[in-house]
């Protein structure tokens, strides 16, 4: 069974540093992997999805990589902004695309 | 694009009562749609996964006569729970998927029994 664990549980940092989110999980044999973002009380927003043969996504301040061999995807968030303090949840999917495991979030706050 | 929307985003119910929670995908065609639930300062479980016009598949250890799933048309599903109890406070979120394996999220329904 697949389990994904996010490392660390929580994260406080001043604005302006850049940062490391790490996400492990025991099956490399996944289809995708997704970064999502969570504000308190709200659902899921998509932040970047990584397919198994690709190595990393960028978006704007964030990047994520992945790889698969080690079990391991990390999510860099460059320029930490207050309006990024939310939990982050990583996803991956298997058994042919179709299921998502989620990691155990990091809460982020950025504090002016 | 890619919109999902769920109704209620809030509800309080009695013990016994039974909650029904609607999905839709606003823009496009979901074949597939997906029932979680999340406890506070945890992350989401999958409940289950529906496919337009078959019957649910539950994830272990999820009760289907306590969680009923119907996926009627390709923007529809709903969840009711049955028989609510406290211990069913949660926050139930859906997803959709299309032709893509990607998911899309609503924005969640908090529910709680008193």
């Known amino acids: 069974k697949q389990e994904v664990t996010q490392i660390p549980a929580a994260l406080s940092v001043p604005e302006g540093e850049n940062l490391v989110l790490n996400c492990s999980f025991t099956?490399?044999?996944?289809?995708?992997l997704q970064w999502f973002r969570q504000d308190p009380g709200k659902g899921l927003t998509s932040l970047l999805l990584?397919?198994?043969?690709?190595r990393e996504q960028t978006s704007g301040r964030l990047n994520a990589s992945l790889d698969k061999s080690s079990g391991r995807s990390t999510l860099y968030i460059a320029a930490s902004q207050p309006g990024d303090s939310a939990t982050y949840l990583c996803?991956?999917?298997?058994?042919?695309?179709?299921?998502?495991?989620f990691g155990t979030g990091t809460q982020l706050k950025v504090e002016l | 694009g890619a919109v999902v929307s769920q109704h209620p985003s809030w509800v309080i119910c009695k013990s016994g009562t039974s909650v029904k929670i609607e999905c839709r995908s606003l823009?496009?065609?979901?074949?597939?749609m997906f029932w979680y639930r999340q406890f506070p300062k945890q992350s989401l479980m999958l409940m289950a996964t529906?496919?337009?016009?078959?019957?649910?598949?539950?994830e272990q250890g999820v009760e289907k006569d306590k969680f009923l799933i119907n996926h009627a048309s390709l923007t529809l599903s709903t969840l009711t729970v049955t028989s609510a109890h406290p211990e069913d406070s949660s926050f139930y979120i859906c997803?959709?998927?299309?032709?893509?394996?990607?998911?899309?999220f609503g924005p969640g329904t908090r529910l709680t029994v008193t």
């Open positions: 997803s959709a998927a299309g032709d893509t394996y990607e998911q899309y």
């Open positions: 099956d490399s044999a996944i289809y995708n």
């Open positions: 990584i397919q198994s043969s690709q």
């Open positions: 996803a991956d999917s298997t058994g042919g695309g179709n299921k998502l495991t």
């Open positions: 823009d496009f065609q979901a074949t597939t």
């Open positions: 529906s496919n337009e016009g078959s019957k649910a598949t539950y």
